[in-house]
């Protein structure tokens, strides 16, 4: 094959690949290792995703799952941040109250191979590593069943935009949605980020239909706390309680 044609070829594949990169969507109905990298006590049954243990005892657990390719975040080249809109449906039985914690997350990271601390790191951060000035590139929002002050949580019911901190930047009680993220009942949510007016959005209800207005949102430029590639999914974590953190559907669009 003539030098110039194999060379033009491989840069059509290149470009493909790199669009493809940039655009990605799906949706999950049914969850399996197919699709999903699953780490620490994660587990599938019956098509679900159970990312903590289900057991009759008080546990410590954190597992962490992510869709199996990197997705592109943005574009170093044109400095161009994409557009994303994913959404999930999740529960946390619990089966002792009060022994509930500590939550679920909706996370961006860096990588697929590492999981962080459990208890009220839920599994996001290595206690061991973390110091002040620590600024991990991640991005996450929690969905949180207890009241940690060492985080300045408002409560044990709140969703929190966190960026490359547990402080987070943004908090709203989900007790104002007349809901509690421990009652067992499947809960819809939806995060939505314009990569263009920076704006992003959460979602939550317990039924199928998408809120015309969000619960809580944030602005921030993507780039300044995320990678260019990064991963996208899910973790939780207990303490010493009998929490399950399930996740039932989930369904992924960026531009």
Not at 207 to 229: D, H, V
Request: hydrophobic share 40%; aromatic share 14%; with cysteine.
């Amino acid at each position: 094959m003539d030098f110039f044609i194999w060379a033009l070829l491989c840069l059509i594949n290149f470009s493909t690949e790199q669009a493809h990169s940039a655009a990605l969507s799906f949706a999950f109905d049914s969850l399996s290792t197919r699709n999903l990298t699953l780490l620490g006590d994660c587990f599938i049954r019956n098509s679900n995703l159970a990312l903590t243990r289900d057991t009759s005892v008080p546990s410590t657990s954190v597992g962490r799952s992510l869709y199996k390719e990197l997705v592109q975040f943005y574009d170093s080249t044109t400095n161009r941040s994409a557009s994303f809109q994913t959404s999930f449906a999740f529960s946390v039985i619990n089966h002792n109250p009060s022994l509930a914690r500590d939550g679920l997350a909706f996370i961006i990271v860096p990588d697929d191979t590492s999981i962080g601390s459990p208890r009220r790191w839920l599994g996001l951060v290595n206690a061991t590593n973390l110091t002040r000035d620590s600024r991990p590139p991640f991005v996450a929002v929690e969905f949180d069943t207890y009241l940690d002050v060492g985080f300045f949580y408002i409560n044990e019911n709140h969703v929190g935009i966190d960026l490359g901190s547990l402080l987070s930047i943004a908090t709203a009680d989900v007790g104002v949605l007349q809901m509690d993220l421990k009652s067992g009942d499947i809960t819809s949510a939806w995060i939505d980020y314009n990569g263009t007016s920076e704006v992003f959005e959460v979602r939550l209800s317990y039924t199928w239909q998408r809120l015309e207005e969000p619960f809580l949102s944030a602005n921030f430029g993507m780039k300044e706390y995320a990678q260019e590639n990064m991963y996208v999914g899910f973790l939780a974590s207990t303490e010493g309680s009998q929490d399950l953190h399930t996740l039932y559907t989930w369904r992924w669009k960026i531009s």
